[in-house]
C-alpha cells in the first residue's frame, strides 16, 4: 500500500485534467481525490497498490490531450486508509 500527494504544473486547468485524473485512478482502482488549486495547478492524492499508484503519477506527467504538463511534484505520504476517488474544488 502507498499513498503519494502530487502537484502538478502548467497548463492543467480547462483541459479535463481532473476528468482524466478521476477516470485514471478509478481503473486502476485507487482512493484518493484531485482539484485545482489557485495559481493554476492541479493536485491530488493517490492511495493503493504500489505500481497502480506509480502509473497514475506517470500519467499526471503527461495528463490528458489538451494539457502542457511543466512539472510534477511527488511526496510520499503514510496510507490513512481512504475509499472511493473523489473530484473537488
Known sequence: MRRV?????????????????AERARALGLAGWVRNVPGGRVEATFEGAADAVATAVSWC?????????RDVEVTEEPPIGEEGFRVTG
Open 5 to 21: 500527494h502530487v502537484v502538478v504544473s502548467g497548463r492543467v486547468q480547462g483541459v479535463f485534467f481532473r476528468a482524466g485524473c
Open 61 to 69: 506527467r503527461v495528463g490528458p490531450p489538451h494539457a502542457d504538463v
